[in-house]
């Protein structure tokens, strides 16, 4: 624990003594060495209770886009307080509409598709809605998705995630998906390079239609598969941004099997690579869409499916298919809409395209001095940085566990102040910087990320040389 803290703020100790004891530590809190308790934030920054400033380069893995303390977001929510903050979500209020409608208009906008939006609290319910309007239209349990995607914690959710851990306590209440390797160019599954491959991974996943034995279809073709669970820029597992030609390739491979596409926005949409959806790069159509965190910009949290007119019109989808007690609470729907509102209103495509581009070049610039950089890439505001030993290639975790405890311990001296860094880890070997800042964040607030980052690499490489 940080002894500066507890020297100023004596409750800090006594916390932490009531956390050790009375709270489960079955969440992600004890990953980290040091236990660091924030009190207050605003725009790109966190202060703990010591009134330390850290930079947030997470943005609470991308739920609070839109900044903390955004005036605009948070007085919705506190208009919202004094008319209607409580209603049974079996009662209509005119928020939930004019939400479902906007998104639903913008949806048609982009993928050129009439549907219908759903909502749910949590983005695992969320995927679990997306599934259950599949099984209904589809009448097929098993699912594709990705080698390296995470898409819940729920039982449902994580038989479609693919790391065993999340499975291993508990087991799963369905079919396990069947897990394709993602197109993570910079570790090829196959081994193959990027300029020479030919999209060789389209091509394997295109082989498993070939003959009823390889187990994905009957000798017709058709498929027991109902949907393909993507996230288009793999999130948790290191914001990973695709070649521009591998999601088209795969669409057409699902097309021809009738197999729906359930694009997970959850971490990747409303801007965060530049445009609303992250599928939108790609030129790709989705039947469903999956989304969550920063439609309430992280608060009283709200999830929500759209789903194409076919899959969830009310004779397909009739009332009570399902429901959560909390889905379509008044506080969040004033909110999300807000936060839409928002992003009608301001131009974010450039806004993100262009600071993007200038954090990208100035890690890159930063990896021409630093071999452990081995790959820097990014699409709009989501960037990620593999830290890899000094061949460049071999995956480094124990550096990047170094350099983001030392963030955490806010005792970075650039530009004087001590001052933190927040960072996240992903990636398949957990050494993956996966980087989400605030979609406001300034070229200043760019360039002090970038010498707090040096500053913390300089002091991993020494810690673990
Ligand atoms: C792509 C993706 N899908 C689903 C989820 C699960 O969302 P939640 O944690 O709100 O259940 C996440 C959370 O990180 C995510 O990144």
Redesign the pocket.
């Given at each position: 624990m940080n002894p500066t803290a507890a020297a100023v703020n004596p409750e800090h100790e006594n916390l932490l003594e009531l956390e050790a004891k009375y709270c489960s530590w079955g969440d992600t809190v004890h990953y980290a060495k040091e236990l660091t308790m924030f009190q207050r934030s605003e725009g790109s920054f966190l202060y703990d209770d010591k009134g330390t400033q850290y930079l947030d380069l997470q943005m609470w893995?991308s739920a609070a886009n839109f900044g903390y303390g955004n005036v605009r977001i948070n007085s919705a929510l506190k208009r919202q307080m004094d008319v209607l903050p409580q209603l049974a979500c079996q009662y209509l209020h005119k928020e939930k509409i004019i939400l479902a409608t906007k998104l639903a208009r913008k949806m048609e906008a982009i993928f050129g598709e009439k549907g219908r939006v759903h909502f749910n609290v949590?983005?695992?319910?969320a995927?679990e809605d997306a599934w259950k309007v599949v099984r209904i239209h589809t009448k097929k349990i098993p699912a594709f998705s990705f080698m390296g995607g995470?898409?819940?914690?729920?039982f449902g959710?994580t038989s479609l995630t693919s790391s065993y851990r999340y499975r291993e306590q508990y087991g799963h209440f369905s079919d396990k998906a069947n897990f394709i390797p993602y197109p993570y160019c910079f570790r090829c599954p196959y081994g193959k390079q990027r300029e020479t491959c030919g999209m060789y991974c389209v091509q394997q996943f295109e082989r498993l239609f070939e003959t009823e034995y390889y187990g994905v279809s009957n000798k017709h073709g058709v498929s027991e598969f109902g949907a393909f669970f993507i996230?288009a820029v793999q999130?948790?597992g290191g914001y990973i941004v695709p070649p521009k030609d591998y999601f088209p390739g795969l669409k057409k491979i699902l097309d021809a099997h009738k197999i729906l596409l359930v694009d997970?926005e959850?971490?990747?949409g409303f801007y965060r690579t530049g445009k609303f959806m992250a599928l939108e790069n790609f030129g790709v159509k989705p039947d469903v869409v999956?989304m969550?965190?920063a439609l309430t910009n992280g608060m009283n949290?709200i999830?929500a499916i759209w789903a194409r007119e076919e899959l969830i019109n009310p004779t397909v989808f009739p009332p009570g298919s399902t429901h959560s007690t909390f889905s379509s609470n008044t506080l969040g729907t004033a909110v999300a809409l807000e936060t839409v509102n928002l992003m009608e209103e301001e131009d974010f495509e450039t806004r993100v395209t262009q600071r993007g581009a200038y954090f990208l070049q100035r890690l890159k610039a930063l990896q021409k001095k630093y071999p452990e950089m081995g790959d820097v890439d990014g699409l709009g505001l989501a960037l990620r940085v593999e830290m890899c030993q000094k061949d460049g290639y071999t995956p480094n975790r124990a550096l990047v566990d170094a350099m983001m405890n030392i963030g955490l311990s806010g005792t970075l001296t650039t530009g004087g102040k001590s001052k933190g860094l927040i960072l996240d880890v992903g990636g398949y070997y957990k050494n993956v910087f996966t980087m989400a800042p605030s979609l406001y964040i300034s070229e200043q607030e760019v360039d002090t990320a970038i010498d707090l980052f040096e500053e913390a690499m300089q002091r991993g490489i020494a810690h673990t040389a």
């Open positions: 893995y949590g983005g695992a319910s995927v995470y898409h819940g914690r729920t959710a996230e999130g948790t997970d959850i971490q990747m999956v969550g965190k949290a999830s």
